[in-house]
Antibody, heavy 125, light 108 residues
Framework: EVQLVESGGGLVQPGGSLRLSCAAS????????MNWVRQAPGKGLEWVSY????????YYADSVKGRFTISRDNAKNSLYLQMNSLRAEDTAVYYC??????????????????WGKGTTVTVSS | DIQMTQSPSSLSASVGDRVTITCRASQSISSYLNWYQQKPGKAPKLLIY???SLQSGVPSRFSGSGSGTDFTLTISSLQPEDFATYYCQQSYSTSVYTFGQGTKLEIK
């Protein structure tokens, strides 16, 4: 069964740090790009970060750039999100999501087809 | 960044109704548009990718259309399990994915 399982969430004070993990199983993790997506309480979905299959290409949302670091360990089938200088507005459920795609004619279309159940991060004093 | 705007933000409908949700991009994104369904306390689920392709296992009552800046998600005959929040997402800009604000579909 294709599965993603997040862990590492919890309560942290403003300015603190947290490291999220996402364990992948049931597919060849090293062949897929991965994302982190978050959802603040009662709000919509916000893409946070992307990492290529090799880890050589990384992107961040402006809201987390310079504070969060995405990484992966293909030998351990794991994705990570190091979160530093946390703010109250970072409070959210954090999901890891597999980035897949399909080639149609000359175009390659990307989509997030497998999601974990999420891990909750609360930033509060 | 490409902005995605959904309408309406919320919608009340009855079982059996035909429902359409609209998503508009701030610039042309060709067919790089995906739709997701999310139920309370659950992770999002991919419904439609590349604007009109149905994800495996998704019922055929769901369909997507559009290209450029205007897109629609249609549910041909609402079922009780379809009451949820729906999000569009652009994948044209691979360095910054963006979602619409969501459309909450409620039972009338």
């Amino acid at each position: 069964e294709v599965q993603l399982v997040e862990s590492g969430g919890g309560l942290v004070q403003p300015g603190g740090s947290l490291r999220l993990s996402c364990a992948a199983s049931g597919f060849t993790f090293s062949s897929y790009e991965m994302n982190w997506v978050r959802q603040a309480p009662g709000k919509g979905l916000e893409w946070v970060s992307y990492i290529s299959s090799s880890g050589s290409t990384i992107y961040y949302a402006d809201s987390v750039k310079g504070r969060f670091t995405i990484s992966r360990d293909n030998a351990k089938n794991s994705l990570y999100l190091q979160m530093n200088s946390l703010r109250a507005e970072d409070t959210a459920v954090y999901y890891c999501a597999r980035d897949s795609g399909i080639s149609v004619a000359v175009n390659y279309y990307y989509y997030m087809d497998v999601w974990g159940k999420g891990t909750t991060v609360t930033v509060s004093s | 960044d490409i902005q995605m705007t959904q309408s309406p933000s919320s919608l009340s409908a009855s079982v059996g109704d035909r429902v359409t949700i609209t998503c508009r991009a701030s610039q042309s994104i060709s067919s790089y548009l995906n739709w997701y369904q999310q139920k309370p306390g659950k992770a999002p689920k991919l419904l439609i990718y590349a604007a009109s392709s149905l994800q495996s296992g998704v019922p055929s009552r769901f369909s997507g259309s559009g290209s450029g800046t205007d897109f629609t998600l249609t549910i041909s005959s609402l079922q009780p399990e379809d009451f949820a929040t729906y999000y569009c997402q652009q994948s044209y800009s691979t360095s910054v994915y963006t979602f619409g604000q969501g459309t909450k579909l409620e039972i009338k």
